[in-house]
């Protein structure tokens, strides 16, 4: 078995700490991230060590989730090449984005396939592609070691969940139903495909929980886990739920009408929502497709990502 790394993920709502023997979930603290963006990266050195000491956690190699909005993440075909001809010219397919500040990012990809021509000879490539700066990588590594670790892997969310679906053949719908955003993406064999991002996640049902039951929002997080005075069940929150279940229903219908030799029949969710059982149903009403949890495991369902990030 692969030796285990410490799998960072860093979200909004949840800190998901996640090695071999252990899975550590924090609630975010306050003035963490500027909207979508992190910006405490001291404090959060603070945050990790602590909780490394009190968890006992000893993995000193650590991986980090790089959130959506600091990277260029892109599916594309390139002519087949050498993997060193490739690392000259993947800079290149960045241009758009990154002008001519190109020496100041750092650039990644992953073999989806390879297309050959009539005699089986490879032909093209299919690439996830990847880009960052160099000085993001530099902020996470002097986070990481203030905080007693050693960065060894960084690594992008979509590609991280695609290390634990390895065995899931054929088409797939994966729904995070995460703090601030709910995202679906679409896995092939394993490897991500394409997806979609709604801003309307758990956080939004909190402010309604708040306003329901006049209360302060940390205190909602309460009230919705515990489901005080049958808050779940609330108009204003179901309004809410078929607001994200009808967004669901449109990427996927918008998936299978692009390809339409598709063998999509499962959604599968996770993240800090799954509990929510009214809002469960409504994707399952919207969707015609089987809707299950990706694991019957309430670490796994709380910190997916993470675990796809710790494995070395």
């Known amino acids: 078995m692969a030796k285990k790394l410490l799998g960072i993920d860093i979200g909004t709502g949840c800190i998901k700490l996640v090695d071999g023997e252990h899975c550590v979930v924090l609630d975010t603290p306050d003035n963490v991230f500027d909207g979508d963006t992190f910006i ?5 050195s603070e ?13 000193k190699k650590c991986a980090i989730v790089l959130p959506d909005n600091e990277i260029y993440f892109n599916k594309i075909t390139m002519p087949f090449m050498t993997e060193k001809q490739l690392r000259v010219n993947l800079p290149y397919e960045f241009t758009n984005v990154v002008g001519n500040d190109s020496d100041s990012y750092l650039y990644d990809y992953a073999l989806i396939r390879y297309i050959t021509d009539a005699s089986g000879s490879p032909k093209d490539m299919e690439l996830l ?32 969940i695609s290390s634990i679906l390895t065995e899931k ?5 994966l729904v995070e139903l995460g703090y601030n955003h709910t995202r679906i993406d679409m896995y092939h064999d394993g490897m ?6 709604i801003d309307v996640g758990v956080s939004h049902l909190l402010d309604i929980v708040s306003e329901v039951l006049f209360c302060d929002k940390h205190i909602a997080l309460s009230y919705l886990k515990n489901n005080k005075d049958d808050v779940v069940h609330h108009a204003k929150m179901q309004d809410s739920y078929d607001y994200i279940a009808t967004e669901i229903m449109r990427a996927i219908n918008f998936y299978t009408y692009e390809n ?3 063998t999509l029949e499962s959604l599968f969710f996770y993240g800090g929502g799954y509990h929510i059982e009214p809002l469960v149903q409504s994707i399952r009403d919207a969707v015609s ?22 494995e070395e």
């Open 289 to 310: 497709l089987n809707v299950s949890p990706i694991s019957s495991d309430e670490d796994v369902m709380n910190a997916l990502v993470a675990y796809g990030a710790c």
């Open 47 to 59: 945050v990790i060590r602590d909780a490394l000491k009190e968890n006992g956690i000893r993995t």
């Open 260 to 262: 339409r030799e598709n």
């Open 40 to 44: 405490a990266y001291d404090g959060m």
């Open 129 to 160: 592609v990847a880009a960052c700066t160099k000085k993001l990588i530099d902020k996470y590594s002097e986070m990481c070691k203030k905080a007693g670790l050693k960065l060894v892997k960084a690594l992008p969310r979509r590609l991280a």
């Open 192 to 197: 991500y495909d394409t997806g979609r991002s």
């Open 169 to 173: 053949h054929g088409d797939i719908a």
